[in-house]
Structure formats: structure tokens, C-alpha cells
């Protein structure tokens, strides 16, 4: 028990490294895009005779791989780094029960020796596997649809030769 233990404190260590550089480039890249932001704003917008003032009002958005890899490493993190703290909730309850279950059938099949807890172990470990990509594809695409407005509207169109017209308006 206790070199698996270790094993699982050197991997924790492993991937808080992990996060801690993968954040530090997201912030690089986002410099980088801004500089080259401003750099077209010096260089070409005089050209078109327009008035660019410093506006502090510039969209803010998410890292989509920093917010995959968020909820890769910590279940639901991606999540409530999105803000999105009902499905961190359902991402960290599913994939904590989903770990459990592999851990009490690992345990039961390293008592017992049957073959049906091996086998539903492994089972649970595919579930798991799907869980979290889920959850990592979940938290990326919440991420990078964070810039778009989110006004959307569903209204009834009314009904004409007997069909029933519903309108659908997004707005981005």
C-alpha cells in the first residue's frame, strides 16, 4: 500500500508540473496575440484614417486547452474555471463514483480472485476514460464559445396550413 501511495504522490506532483506549465504558455500566447494586436493598430489603422483609442473594454476570453486541461487533472476544474459549477458538481460526482467503483472492484477481485471483478473493473475503467474526455471536451467547448454572446431566442410562429412554425433567433 504504501508504494502505491508514492506512486500516486508522484503523479499528483507530476501533474500539478504539468498544469503550472501548461498555464504559463496559455498566458504567453495570449501576449503574443495581443502585441500583435497592437502592432496591426499602429500600423495599419492610421492608413484607414480611424480613431483607435485604448479601449479597456476588450473581450476577455478563456484558455479552451488551459480549460481541458483543467478538467483533465482535477475533475470538474475545467468546469468552474468556465463557470459552469453544475456541470463540475455532475463531472466531479461522476468521475469520484466511477473511481471508487474501480477501486472497491479492484479490491474485491485481489481478495477473491473471481474473474467477474476483474472484468468489471476494467469495465469501469473505459467508463472512466469516456467521463473524463467527456468532461475535457465539455470544459474546451464551453471555453471557447465563452467569447459569443448568448442571446438566443424561441418563440412561436404560428400555425398555417396546418403546420406549427417555431422561430429560432441567435444572435451572435
Same mark, same amino acid.
Given at each position: 500500500m504504501r508504494k502505491f501511495s508514492v506512486y500516486v504522490f508522484k503523479k499528483v506532483l507530476y501533474l500539478i508540473f504539468l498544469l503550472i506549465f501548461i498555464t504559463g504558455i496559455d498566458s504567453l500566447?495570449? =501576449?503574443?496575440?495581443?502585441?500583435?494586436?497592437? &502592432? &496591426?493598430?499602429?500600423? &495599419?489603422?492610421?492608413?484607414?484614417?480611424?480613431? %483607435?483609442?485604448?479601449?479597456?473594454?476588450?473581450? /476577455?476570453?478563456? @484558455? $479552451? %486547452?488551459? !480549460? @481541458?486541461? =483543467? @478538467?483533465?487533472? %482535477? $475533475? +470538474?476544474? +475545467? /468546469? %468552474?474555471?468556465? +463557470?459552469?459549477? #453544475?456541470? !463540475?458538481?455532475?463531472? !466531479? !460526482? +461522476?468521475?469520484g463514483i466511477l473511481i471508487y467503483s474501480i477501486y472497491d472492484n479492484n479490491k474485491k477481485f485481489n481478495n477473491t480472485k473471481e474473474v467477474k471483478y476483474r472484468k468489471r473493473r476494467n469495465t469501469l475503467q473505459w467508463w472512466f476514460v469516456f467521463v473524463l474526455g467527456l468532461s475535457a471536451v465539455d470544459a474546451y467547448v464551453d471555453a471557447y464559445l465563452d467569447r459569443f454572446n448568448e442571446n438566443m431566442d424561441i418563440s412561436f410562429g404560428g400555425f398555417n396550413n396546418g403546420y406549427v412554425y417555431l422561430?429560432?433567433? #441567435? =444572435?451572435f
Amino acid at each position: 500500500m504504501r508504494k502505491f501511495s508514492v506512486y500516486v504522490f508522484k503523479k499528483v506532483l507530476y501533474l500539478i508540473f504539468l498544469l503550472i506549465f501548461i498555464t504559463g504558455i496559455d498566458s504567453l500566447k495570449e =501576449r503574443a496575440l495581443s502585441q500583435e494586436a497592437e &502592432f &496591426f493598430k499602429v500600423k &495599419f489603422c492610421p492608413l484607414l484614417n480611424e480613431n %483607435i483609442s485604448n479601449n479597456n473594454d476588450t473581450l /476577455q476570453t478563456k @484558455s $479552451p %486547452i488551459g !480549460a @481541458s486541461v =483543467r @478538467s483533465l487533472l %482535477i $475533475p +470538474g476544474l +475545467g /468546469q %468552474i474555471y468556465n +463557470g459552469k459549477k #453544475v456541470k !463540475a458538481l455532475l463531472a !466531479a !460526482a +461522476g468521475e469520484g463514483i466511477l473511481i471508487y467503483s474501480i477501486y472497491d472492484n479492484n479490491k474485491k477481485f485481489n481478495n477473491t480472485k473471481e474473474v467477474k471483478y476483474r472484468k468489471r473493473r476494467n469495465t469501469l475503467q473505459w467508463w472512466f476514460v469516456f467521463v473524463l474526455g467527456l468532461s475535457a471536451v465539455d470544459a474546451y467547448v464551453d471555453a471557447y464559445l465563452d467569447r459569443f454572446n448568448e442571446n438566443m431566442d424561441i418563440s412561436f410562429g404560428g400555425f398555417n396550413n396546418g403546420y406549427v412554425y417555431l422561430n429560432l433567433l #441567435v =444572435r451572435f
